[in-house]
C-alpha cells in the first residue's frame, strides 16, 4: 500500500466531546507526524512518533495525545474538545533514520460546535 | 516573527507567466521542504533540498543556505497551478519536525 491514509475526511463534534483521527503511514515508514493547520495558516507540530514512541513535542496541552502502532499507523486523540481546536488535521511519515522527505496525508477537518 | 517567512502571501497570475515565491528562515536547518496544497487540504511533496538547486518539470527550487532563503520558481504558469505553496524547515535541532511558513495563495488565471 502506498501513500498516507487518513480517517474520517470530515468530523463535526461538540465542545466537551473526544475524538480520534487515524492515520495509515505510508509502507516502509517508522516515523510519524501530526499538525493542526487553522484556516489561512500554515500547520503546526502537534506531535511525532517513532517506532511507537513519541520522541518530539509541540505547544499543545496534554489533551492532545497520540499512539503509534506496531504496524505504525498512528491515532490523534484530543479530549476535552474546545471551539478552538477546529482545524484541518494532517498526518505526516517518513522512514528515519534516512534523509527522504515526508508524505502527507489529505488531512481530517475537524469542526468543533 | 515567525521562525519561516513566505512572500508574497498572495499572488495572481496570467497563464504562461513566471512566478517566484520566496522564502526565509531564521533557524538553522537540515533541510527546506517545498509543499504544495490544494483546496481539499491534501499537501504534496513538491521538493526537500539542503544545498544548491532542484528542478521538477516546470518547478525549481533553490536554496542558499548563507542567506537563509530558498525561492520557487514555476515556469509557463498554468491554471492548474492554482494552490497554496507552503515553505517548511527541518531545523537541526530535531531533524523530523517541520516548521511551516504560512503559505502563499497562487491563483493563476487563463
Known amino acids: 500500500e502506498t501513500g498516507v491514509t487518513q480517517s474520517p475526511t470530515h468530523l463535526i463534534k461538540t465542545r466537551g466531546q473526544q475524538v480520534t483521527l487515524r492515520c495509515s503511514s505510508q509502507?516502509?515508514?517508522?516515523?510519524v507526524s501530526w499538525y493542526q493547520q487553522a484556516l489561512g495558516q500554515g500547520p503546526q507540530f502537534i506531535f511525532q512518533?517513532?517506532?511507537?514512541?513519541?520522541?518530539g513535542r509541540g505547544n499543545f496541552p496534554p489533551r492532545f495525545s497520540g499512539l503509534q502502532f506496531p504496524n505504525y499507523s498512528s491515532e490523534l486523540n484530543v479530549n476535552a474538545l474546545e471551539l478552538d481546536d477546529s482545524a484541518l488535521y494532517l498526518c505526516?511519515?517518513?522512514?528515519?533514520?534516512?534523509?527522504?522527505?515526508?508524505?502527507f496525508g489529505s488531512g481530517t477537518r475537524l469542526t468543533v460546535v | 516573527k515567525n521562525e519561516v517567512e513566505q512572500s508574497p502571501q498572495n499572488l495572481t497570475a496570467q497563464e504562461g507567466e513566471f512566478i517566484t515565491i520566496n522564502c526565509s528562515y531564521s533557524?538553522?536547518?537540515?533541510?527546506l521542504h517545498w509543499l504544495q496544497q490544494h483546496p481539499g487540504g491534501g499537501i504534496v511533496s513538491l521538493f526537500m533540498?539542503?544545498?544548491g538547486k532542484k528542478k521538477h518539470g516546470r518547478l525549481i527550487a533553490t536554496i542558499n543556505i548563507q542567506e537563509k532563503h530558498s525561492s520557487l520558481h514555476i515556469t509557463a504558469s498554468h491554471p492548474r497551478d492554482s494552490a497554496v505553496y507552503i515553505c517548511?524547515?527541518?531545523?537541526?535541532?530535531?531533524?523530523?519536525?517541520?516548521?511551516f511558513g504560512t503559505g502563499t495563495r497562487l491563483q493563476v488565471f487563463p
Open positions: 505526516a511519515s517518513k522512514s528515519s533514520p534516512t534523509n527522504y522527505g515526508y508524505t
Open positions: 509502507s516502509g515508514h517508522n516515523t
Open positions: 512518533y517513532y517506532r511507537e514512541e513519541e520522541n
Open positions: 533557524v538553522g536547518i537540515s533541510a
Open positions: 533540498l539542503s544545498s
Open positions: 517548511a524547515v527541518s531545523s537541526h535541532n530535531n531533524t523530523d519536525k517541520l516548521i
